[in-house]
């Protein structure tokens, strides 16, 4: 069975640097997902993505925050310059199509620990 | 806004006892409910979801939820525990653009032997 996957698993980073973490979707998918659970909190949405442009964004994907599809095959979140606060676990997913009755596909997501 | 509720963070139970893991929705259309289970080191894998139609929803691995609409509520149930159901688990609600999940805080089901 097709599945979302994402590298690495774990990224150590010193605060103030970039960050790319990369999530291959399932092939024939359409829209792409970014969400982000900081330790004992509840998954977040980030952004979506169809059609190689923002659909929507929250108020956590702040400037510092962009997404990319840059071969028809990856899909990417990069942190510009990070923070403490950006520590989590960041799961990306995908869809076939949007609508009520479709589930979306997520990844085994990327830890971030910023120091 | 469209919202979920999981009160409980941990629910344990015995091999082969029922369990239920509750959630409750708060939602200002037409409610889209889904529950997610994580394994360790795994993403979220769909379970089941509720659409419209018939209020007890089947789903993988022989659990089902059951939407209670004067309630707000859509738990997640299986007659029969299992040690391997021992996960995290999610209720989700669609959001009304069918876009964004909102999901719950998540329950730690432990399944003892």
């Known amino acids: 069975e097709p599945e979302v996957t994402q590298t690495p698993s774990h990224q150590v980073t010193q605060m103030g640097q970039e960050v790319i973490l990369r999530c291959v979707p399932i092939?024939?998918?359409?829209?792409f997902y970014w969400y982000r659970q900081i330790l004992g909190q509840k998954v977040e949405f980030l952004v979506s993505f169809y059609n190689n442009e923002i659909s929507e964004k929250s108020e956590i994907f702040d400037d510092q925050f962009s997404v990319e599809r840059p071969d028809g095959s990856n899909f990417t979140l990069k942190i510009r310059s990070t923070k403490l606060e950006d520590s989590a676990m960041y799961f990306c997913?995908?869809?076939?199509?949007?609508?009520?009755?479709?589930?979306?596909?997520f990844g085994p997501g990327t830890r971030l620990t910023v120091t | 806004a469209q919202s979920v509720a999981q009160p409980e963070d941990q629910v344990n139970v015995a091999e082969g006892n029922p369990l239920t893991v509750k959630c409750t929705y708060s939602?200002?259309?037409?409610?889209?409910l889904f529950w997610y289970v994580q394994y360790p080191n795994r993403g979220l894998q769909f379970l089941l979801k509720?659409?419209?139609?018939?209020?007890l929803v089947k789903g993988s691995y022989g659990f089902e939820a059951e939407f209670n609409k004067s309630q707000t509520s859509f738990h997640l149930k299986k007659p029969s525990a299992l040690v391997s159901d021992s996960a995290l688990y999610f209720c989700a609600v669609r959001d009304d653009n069918f876009n964004k999940f909102y999901f719950g805080s998540g329950t730690k089901l432990n399944v003892k032997p």
């Open positions: 939602v200002s259309g037409n409610p889209y």
């Open positions: 509720y659409i419209t139609g018939d209020n």
């Open positions: 092939s024939n998918h359409l829209y």
């Open positions: 997913a995908s869809s076939p199509r949007t609508g009520p009755g479709y589930e979306q596909y």
